[in-house]
């Protein structure tokens, strides 16, 4: 039969293994970025974000890295752990202080044991 | 200190009937969000409030569908007669005032129209 609705892209990923996810924005003049987690039946959760005056930011175990030119954002997490496991967006945010947030389509991490 | 509190977290209702979605920012946010999200989507964003007031509405329906923020007490999302295509999960964000931009999101709600 014919398949209904939208599948997230996959990416599987050895545990211990370095995750590399990818997400193309839209809009040249938003100026902040976000990337947030979303297990199972839960909210987004806040992972890391940046502004557009940077290329590069780094947290605990992850580092948004932020390509203007080609309006790419990476989110890169190193040493998987099953607890990685997720629905990652990444969403982007407009020049105004409060305004809305557009997230993008989400990709699904799966971690092999 | 308790994050973005949302209730009910899940609804049941017939179709006809009315939901009301409640949400409870953080302590010290004056903004609030509501999105919804269908399965294996993004969460797409419906209306942003401040207290008493309607910001941005540019993502709510046209019918059926209205939010408030009180000065006292939660923001409530109100789907009136309600439709199968309105079941979805419901989620909440909110933010500080003075223009903070990070928003944080509550458990949500998921609605289920019979």
């Known amino acids: 039969g014919e398949s209904v609705g939208l599948h997230l892209p996959t990416l599987s990923v050895q545990e211990g293994d370095n995750s590399i996810i990818n997400c193309a924005y839209s809009n040249s003049a938003s100026d902040y970025f976000i990337w947030y987690k979303q297990e199972s039946g839960k909210g987004p959760q806040f992972i890391i974000d940046?502004?557009?005056?940077?290329d590069k930011r780094q947290g605990q175990r992850v580092t948004v890295l932020l390509n203007k030119t080609v309006k790419h954002l990476s989110l890169q997490i190193a040493a998987t752990q099953p607890g990685d496991s997720a629905v990652y967006f990444c969403a982007e945010k407009g020049v105004s202080s409060a305004s809305k947030i557009i997230f993008g389509s989400g990709t699904r991490l799966s971690i092999r044991p | 200190n308790a994050g973005v509190m949302q209730n009910p977290r899940h609804l049941v209702r017939r179709r006809g009937q009315e939901a009301r979605l409640r949400c409870s920012p953080m302590k010290g946010h004056s903004h609030v969000y509501w999105y919804r999200q269908l399965p294996e989507e993004g969460l797409k964003f419906m209306v942003y409030l401040q207290k008493e007031n309607i910001i941005d509405e540019s993502g709510m329906p046209k019918e059926r569908f209205s939010a408030e923020f009180p000065k006292e007490g939660p923001s409530i999302l109100r789907i009136q007669q309600v439709v199968r295509g309105d079941s979805a999960a419901y989620f909440c964000a909110s933010s500080p005032s003075q223009g903070k931009e990070t928003q944080y999101f509550g458990p949500g709600t998921r609605l289920l129209v019979l």
């Open positions: 940046i502004r557009s005056n940077m």
